[in-house]
């Protein structure tokens, strides 16, 4: 069974602080990495997807991956309570056929403090 | 730009009734779709996705069935509710090439009374 692991908080950050969001994953085959935002009752949003080791930056959000550790992370500069959601790591997985499935972990609450 | 949309928002259904969501995507041609649910308080699981018109595959066994009559429509399924059936129903798409990301449609909050 492919996993994706997830803290899943609540992580309490106050506003202006940087929030770390942390995910591990199981199938060592995975080579994309997705972070969604869901706000509460809505469906999720793409935020960031990366697909080499190392950091990749958009605007206040860095993602960082670590295939040899089976470790992606997301780092949100400057939170700002708009921040405050459930975020979603996601990893694709393909179970030997050609089909791109995404696998997404149970995601982290994040509360900003204002 | 491409648009995913999914009806209705919200549905009340009693057990036993049957159910039929449905989604369609603008804006793009042959992509893949997919049908997640998401219980209360629980991560997403992906019930089915398809890579083409009448191609379906299934991820876990349950009551529901998926179709796909046209090449950017997607429908979600069931004879018969059952308790259990309730949660938030995702319909996405996302591109054949690559390690393309998904992109979700607004969802169908599905409750079984």
């Known amino acids: 069974q492919k996993e994706v692991e997830q803290n899943s908080g609540p992580l309490s950050v106050p506003e202006g602080a940087i929030a770390s969001l942390n995910c591990t994953y199981s199938d060592r085959g995975s080579q994309s990495f997705f972070w969604y935002r869901q706000y509460s009752g809505k469906s999720p949003e793409l935020i960031m997807f990366i697909y080499s080791n190392g950091d990749k930056e958009d605007g206040r959000f860095t993602a960082q991956l670590n295939k040899a550790s089976q470790y992606v992370s997301l780092l949100i500069r400057d939170s700002q309570p708009s921040d405050s959601a459930t975020y979603l790591c996601?990893?694709?997985?393909?179970?030997?056929?050609?089909?791109?499935?995404?696998?997404f972990g149970t995601g982290t609450l994040l509360a900003v403090q204002p | 730009s491409q648009t995913i949309h999914q009806w209705p928002a919200t549905l009340v259904q009693p057990v036993g009734s049957p159910l039929s969501l449905e989604c369609t995507v603008e804006g793009t041609s042959n992509p893949n779709l997919y049908w997640y649910r998401q219980a209360a308080g629980r991560g997403l699981q992906l019930l089915f996705y398809s890579v083409g018109i009448g191609q379906i595959s299934s991820e876990v066994p349950q009551n529901l069935s998926a179709s796909r009559p046209q090449d950017r429509q997607f429908i979600l399924s069931s004879k018969k509710l059952l308790l259990s059936d309730s949660g938030f129903y995702l319909c996405?798409?996302?591109?054949?090439?690559?390690?393309?990301?998904?992109?979700f449609g607004n969802g169908t909050r599905l409750t079984v009374t």
């Open positions: 996405a798409w996302s591109r054949t090439t690559g390690n393309s990301p998904l992109h």
């Open positions: 996601a990893v694709n997985t393909r179970d030997g056929g050609a089909t791109n499935k995404l696998i």
